[in-house]
């Protein structure tokens, strides 16, 4: 994140110089021009984004939990490009994101994840495989004494 600031930072010093230089009244046009270039640098880097999904349902196509830290999700809507996200760590949300996966075996898109109204988050995966029933042991037709 110190990168993108410091970016962020030298490409608007350069933008104050050059206008400073051109003309007078080019610097009312600063503010947009350096927020231009902070949308510009911060959308390509790949840096998740700090706002919480928007209400709706996701599959949650990739995930990495760091305890006590965060949780970064990357989120497909179906409606357009999939997106990624820094969630807010708590030991519930972890613990029902790693159910869901277990439950999905790791297949990619098994995970679905639905944000309510009020932002908190649910997971939910297929459940999990149980296998057959344990099959009763065959009795012999015929016994030899």
């Excluded at 998740?48 to 599959?59: D, S």
Aim: some cysteine; glycine content about 10%; charged content about 15%.
């Amino acid at each position: 994140m110190m990168v993108i600031a410091s970016t962020w930072l030298g490409i608007s010093i350069l933008m104050c110089i050059f206008a400073w230089f051109a003309a007078r009244w080019l610097a009312l046009a600063l503010p947009l021009a350096v927020a231009a270039a902070a949308l510009a640098i911060y959308i390509p880097t790949g840096s998740p984004r700090f706002t919480t999904p928007p209400p709706g349902k996701y599959t949650v196509l990739g995930a990495k939990i760091v305890p006590d830290v965060g949780i970064w999700v990357l989120l497909d809507d179906g409606a357009s490009e999939p997106r990624y996200y820094r969630l807010q760590y708590s030991t519930s949300q972890a613990n029902e994101l790693q159910g869901a996966q277990d439950a999905g075996q790791g297949q990619p898109g098994s995970v679905k994840m639905e944000v309510g109204q009020d932002g908190g988050t649910r997971y939910d995966g297929p459940p999990p495989v149980t296998g057959e029933p344990p099959k009763a042991p065959e009795q012999p037709a015929l016994t030899i004494p």
